[in-house]
């Protein structure tokens, strides 16, 4: 049969985990090393800088082996104690599982209702914040990019918000999706904790997660009294200046990030965060000339980082996903709780081009046509049109 032996790269076009490049796959296929010897304080070190680069801090950051929901226990269990109040906002999916996991710990949760296609309100936080003349409220949480939406949230408008109420709040902000991806500033925006994976714009297999700690979040760490052990900061951050971990590392994955930090530092991140940028223009003017829907209602708050696309009524999602699974082996992301079947995601993030894109949207276009989906034509052409006249006026300006 024609595809029963595919060849070529499957085409990962999923929102994470995304394509690893080939120097990071080498990196990592190397003999893993003693983590307690001198060779390893030196991977250490320098993988603990880069981060911190790259979530421009100049403040704690503490990596673990561990799936990005890991580092969400982390920051609740780290900074908080049994019944504190904290303010969550329903943007998705991934915003409703750190909620759960916030009711599981014995956390009091507040959860702002949402309706999946907006980002958060950062005048009902203030609102909110204001109200809260007690200062009940002991967090803030945030999900900067809701990976089931494709919706963003502008995490410097809630910091003002914040201010503006004058709460004591701390600021926790999921950056799974964003990191790396789009821009970030963990300083700069007054974020208390900044939780992250490895598996998307760091461009690494799952299975490293991240903290970072800002001053007040470090001391609100000493009397926080949910329990912990693993995830405990202390023990980190007592060892990590030396380079060293207080119990075996990931070693192989930190030999990929130490890889992938070098890739995006020598692209440069404000360029990484512009081809993202340009790669969800284009991946929009597709959905717009199919005459597809996009999930995200207001253009401020789209994602760099996957496009959520609605489909027709009476149209199943995930049969037209299988479609293009069978016929163009490539994984598109599916509809998640709320949304199953009823949008597929194109992942437009971490280490792609220009041509990667145009191979994506052209296999979700040809996949509309064998699914029976109504579509117009012409969407992959859109894209196109915007790839080659954006790249045009970069290399004008260049010149
Ligand atoms: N938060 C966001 C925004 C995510 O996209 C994900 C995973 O996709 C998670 C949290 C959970 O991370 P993990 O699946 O690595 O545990």
Redesign the pocket.
């Given at each position: 049969a024609l595809h029963s032996h595919p060849s070529g790269r499957h085409f990962l076009q999923i929102?994470?985990p995304t394509n690893v490049p080939d120097r990071v796959l080498r990196a990592i296929d190397n003999a893993t090393i003693d983590h307690r010897g001198p060779e390893f304080g030196v991977l250490g070190k320098s993988v603990l800088a880069g981060m911190k680069k790259v979530f421009k801090t100049e403040a704690d950051v503490v990596i673990y082996p561990?799936?990005?929901?890991?580092?969400?226990e982390a920051a609740l269990v780290n900074t908080l104690s049994p019944g504190d109040l904290v303010l969550m906002v329903e943007t998705g999916h991934?915003?409703t599982?750190?909620k759960k996991m916030a009711v599981k710990l014995g956390l009091r949760v507040e959860f702002l209702e949402g309706d999946w296609r907006h980002g958060i309100d950062a005048a009902q936080i203030h609102a909110r914040l204001t109200a809260d003349k007690a200062h009940e409220i002991k967090a803030v949480c945030a999900?900067?990019?809701?990976?089931?939406t494709g919706v963003t949230s502008n995490i410097a408008a809630l910091r003002q918000a914040m201010d503006d109420s004058g709460h004591p709040a701390l600021f926790m902000v999921?950056?799974?999706?964003?990191l790396g991806s789009m821009d970030y500033r963990h300083d700069e925006w007054g974020v208390d904790v900044t939780?992250a994976?490895s598996?998307?714009g760091l461009m690494l297999p799952?299975g490293l997660?991240f903290n970072a700690i800002s001053a007040k979040a470090l001391a609100a760490s000493g009397t926080a009294a949910l329990r912990r052990s693993y995830w405990d900061w202390k023990e980190m951050l007592a060892i990590n200046p030396s380079g060293y971990f207080p119990y075996t590392p990931a070693t192989n994955l930190l030999y990929g990030l130490h890889e992938a930090l070098e890739m995006l530092f020598a692209e440069g991140l404000d360029h990484v965060f512009a081809r993202h940028r340009r790669y969800g223009e284009a991946t929009r003017e597709a959905a717009r000339a199919w005459g597809l829907d996009i999930l995200c209602k207001n253009p401020d708050e789209y994602s760099s980082v996957l496009t959520a696309v609605v489909m027709p009524d009476g149209h199943s999602a995930d049969a037209f996903r299988k479609v293009v699974l069978r016929h163009f082996d490539m994984s598109l992301g599916q509809g998640l709780s709320k949304l199953s079947d009823k949008v597929f995601r194109i992942g437009h993030l971490g280490d792609m081009n220009d041509l990667t894109l145009c191979g994506t949207l052209a296999g979700v276009e040809m996949g509309l046509g064998i699914a029976g989906v109504p579509h117009r034509k012409g969407g992959a052409q859109a894209a196109m049109d915007h790839l080659a006249q954006s790249s045009m006026a970069a290399l004008a300006q260049a010149a």
């Open positions: 929102p994470g561990s799936s990005g929901t890991g580092a969400w991934f915003a599982l750190w999900v900067h990019n809701e990976t089931a999921d950056t799974i999706s964003s939780v994976g598996q998307k799952p997660s």
